[in-house]
């Protein structure tokens, strides 16, 4: 598996990062939504260096030019509700593309333990197709393996790049050691070494659903 941070280059991405971290800014629910929105787009911008070009060409109203333009679409995927901001930062960039929803949610046990239930799946016919598949946070790695394992439903995806803003190093290795799908790219935008026993990343942003759209009811 290939892994990719960007948050190791120096570039306005991280101001983005420095900003849905911040106490004092992220609170803002619209402007997060907005800054993750924006690290999809970087995201989206990144990854479309990876596709399949040719060239054609095109009819200007001086003449002809030749354009370097993808051959491919790519299947966007994300795990609700969290992951929507980031999904739409991707549709804003591959604005033709088809598109996959992934419900996931933690089923609470007694005791505070939780296992991770996959409730809902919409999606195209992924058989050969190349996936983008993306989540804010890459906690403990359980519900993107299940995200994955519910992609396979729909048929063997040619190559998936998984998204995540924020992953822990434990994530990493347990996504690394698990996939069911080989032809793997991970994109980061941050790792932090740090998580939780209720598997919140450390230092990370605290909870990306509730910053985008309010606290949940127990």
Same mark, same amino acid.
């Given at each position: 598996?290939?892994?990719?941070?960007?948050?190791?280059?120096?570039?306005?991405?991280?101001?983005?990062?420095?900003?849905?971290?911040?106490?004092?800014?992220?609170?803002?629910?619209?402007?997060?939504?907005?800054?993750?929105?924006?690290?999809? @787009?970087?995201?989206?911008?990144?990854?479309?260096?990876?596709? *399949?070009?040719?060239?054609?060409?095109?009819?200007?109203?001086?003449?002809?030019?030749? !354009?370097?333009?993808?051959?491919? *679409?790519?299947?966007?995927?994300?795990?609700?509700?969290? =992951?929507?901001?980031?999904?739409?930062?991707?549709?804003?960039?591959?604005? #033709?593309?088809?598109?996959?929803?992934?419900?996931?949610?933690?089923?609470?046990?007694?005791?505070?333990?939780?296992?991770?239930?996959? !409730?809902?799946?919409?999606?195209?016919?992924?058989?050969?197709?190349?996936?983008?598949?993306?989540?804010?946070?890459?906690?403990?790695?359980? #519900?993107?393996?299940?995200?994955? !394992?519910?992609?396979?439903?729909?048929?063997?995806?040619?190559?998936?790049?998984?998204?995540?803003?924020?992953?822990?190093?434990?994530?990493?290795?347990?996504? *690394?050691?698990?996939?069911?799908?080989?032809?793997?790219?991970?994109?980061?935008?941050?790792?932090?070494? !740090?998580?939780?026993?209720?598997?919140?990343?450390?230092?990370?942003? =605290?909870?990306?659903?509730?910053?985008?759209?309010? *606290?949940?009811? @127990?």
């Amino acid at each position: 598996m290939e892994i990719i941070n960007l948050g190791n280059q120096n570039s306005i991405f991280n101001h983005f990062i420095r900003e849905i971290r911040d106490i004092k800014i992220q609170n803002d629910s619209m402007r997060f939504r907005r800054n993750i929105e924006r690290i999809g @787009e970087i995201f989206a911008y990144e990854i479309s260096k990876k596709m *399949k070009y040719k060239n054609k060409e095109i009819t200007t109203p001086l003449g002809i030019s030749t !354009e370097s333009l993808m051959t491919e *679409k790519p299947v966007l995927a994300t795990i609700l509700r969290a =992951g929507l901001p980031l999904h739409q930062g991707f549709l804003n960039y591959f604005d #033709s593309s088809d598109n996959t929803f992934i419900s996931a949610y933690r089923k609470h046990k007694k005791g505070g333990d939780f296992e991770i239930k996959i !409730e809902y799946l919409a999606s195209p016919n992924l058989e050969d197709k190349t996936i983008i598949l993306c989540d804010p946070m890459l906690a403990s790695g359980s #519900s993107m393996i299940l995200a994955m !394992e519910a992609i396979l439903r729909k048929g063997k995806p040619k190559h998936i790049h998984i998204v995540a803003v924020m992953s822990s190093s434990e994530g990493i290795n347990y996504l *690394k050691q698990n996939t069911p799908i080989k032809n793997c790219t991970l994109w980061v935008g941050a790792e932090d070494a !740090e998580m939780t026993a209720e598997s919140y990343i450390v230092p990370g942003l =605290g909870d990306a659903g509730d910053l985008s759209f309010g *606290k949940k009811s @127990e």
